[in-house]
């Protein structure tokens, strides 16, 4: 499980992107909870390689929902001051990124890591 905070400064668990770091370890076909916390101002699209995800919450000042249905996603858009609870799993090793989809976002360093062990 893995707990994703995007920050004002554009930053992902307090940090820019830095190709020679490994941020998230994950493991081939395992089943993973990752949260994806935003404590910005502005909305951030969450994007992950790799794989495909199942939105299965969302919560917003302490209101927790569920979506209407599940469904395959590789964005979710994470307004701002909202917590998104997704689950995921990796089917391939390797070295992988996740980023906020917004081009501007990205190129400031809103990017990082997942290794996913074979
Ligand atoms: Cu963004």
Redesign the pocket.
């Known amino acids: 499980m893995s707990a994703t905070d995007?920050q004002m400064g554009?930053l992902i668990n307090g940090a820019a992107i830095d190709m020679g770091r490994i941020d998230v370890v994950s493991k081939t076909g395992q089943v993973e909870l990752w949260e994806i916390v935003n404590n910005a101002d502005?909305?951030?699209?969450f994007h992950v390689h790799g794989t495909q995800f199942q939105v299965v919450e969302h919560e917003r000042g302490g209101q927790v929902s569920k979506p209407a249905y599940l469904a395959w996603k590789d964005t979710v858009n994470v307004a701002r001051g909202e917590t998104v609870r997704l689950l995921l799993r990796q089917d391939r090793p390797g070295r992988r990124m996740y980023h906020?989809?917004?081009l501007e976002?990205e190129q400031l360093g809103?990017m990082g890591v997942v290794e996913v062990q074979a």
């Open positions: 995007m554009f502005m909305d951030h699209p906020c989809h917004i976002h809103m």
